[in-house]
């Protein structure tokens, strides 16, 4: 099966600019998830989907990222305006549905951005 | 706080050694337990995951990973190790609420 696709593979901005990611999960999938990942730490949940309704985004910076997943299917992340802290690997996962029912995860190769 | 605690950030072995990964998660009632390994310039993928029964999980490539109960532990194996092993590799906890921690991952290379 196609994986899950992300894209743009990387991207370097200035602070302030704005930054939008792509995801498009495995076809079927109806739980979607962004992970932020920090140069030497492990992911970290940003948000989750359940078709088109959020399910936990209580770790999102609200007041300057930004999720949609309008259709239920594809999913994008906005930055706006970005700092640098906010240079990270953001990764894109999907599943049949939620973890604890034994349905796994499928990662992205991800987006790595850099903000200068 | 639900969180998962990996050691030695940085091991470094030759082909043929051991590896053993320590993974700590802390106490949440049930937990679901899982391995992924993200090779350089790859995605995420899942080498074992533990659900529930036999505290001894195989999972591919070799790797086979003991959940002990009692010290909240769930440790990652493999008796030898080759070149291809060279990999960073996180321990994840799912607590059932819709989110996965991550420990901090372990950066493994192994020298042939």
């Known amino acids: 099966e196609a994986g899950v696709a992300q894209s743009p593979r990387y991207k370097i901005i200035e602070k302030r600019q704005s930054v939008a990611f792509w995801c498009n999960p495995i076809?079927?999938?109806?739980?979607l998830y962004w992970y932020q990942q920090i140069l030497g730490q492990g992911p970290k949940l940003l948000i989750q989907?359940?078709?088109?309704?959020?399910?936990?985004d209580s770790q999102l910076p609200k007041d300057r990222f930004s999720a949609e997943r309008l259709k239920g299917v594809d999913s994008t992340l906005k930055i706006q305006p970005a700092k640098l802290e906010d240079s990270a690997v953001y990764l894109c996962?999907?599943?049949?549905?939620?973890?604890?029912?034994?349905?796994?995860?499928?990662f992205g190769s991800g987006t790595r951005l850099t903000v200068v | 706080a639900q969180s998962v605690s990996q050691h030695n950030h940085h091991v470094i072995l030759s082909e043929a050694a051991s590896l053993e990964l320590g993974c700590n998660y802390s106490?949440?009632?049930?937990?679901?337990l899982f391995w992924y390994v993200q090779y350089p310039g790859q995605h995420l993928q899942l080498l074992l995951k533990?659900?529930?029964?036999?505290?001894l999980v195989k999972g591919i490539k070799g790797f086979e990973a003991e959940f002990i109960k009692s010290k909240f532990s769930f440790n990652l194996r493999k008796p030898s190790v080759q070149w291809s092993d060279t990999a960073e590799y996180f321990c994840?906890?799912?607590?059932?609420?819709?989110?996965?921690?991550f420990g901090k991952g372990n950066q493994v290379v192994v020298i042939p």
């Open positions: 996962a999907s599943s049949l549905g939620p973890a604890r029912l034994n349905y796994g995860y499928t």
């Open positions: 533990y659900f529930s029964g036999d505290p």
């Open positions: 994840a906890a799912y607590y059932g609420n819709n989110r996965l921690a």
């Open positions: 989907f359940q078709n088109n309704g959020v399910v936990d």
């Open positions: 076809s079927g999938h109806a739980t």
């Open positions: 106490y949440g009632g049930t937990v679901n």
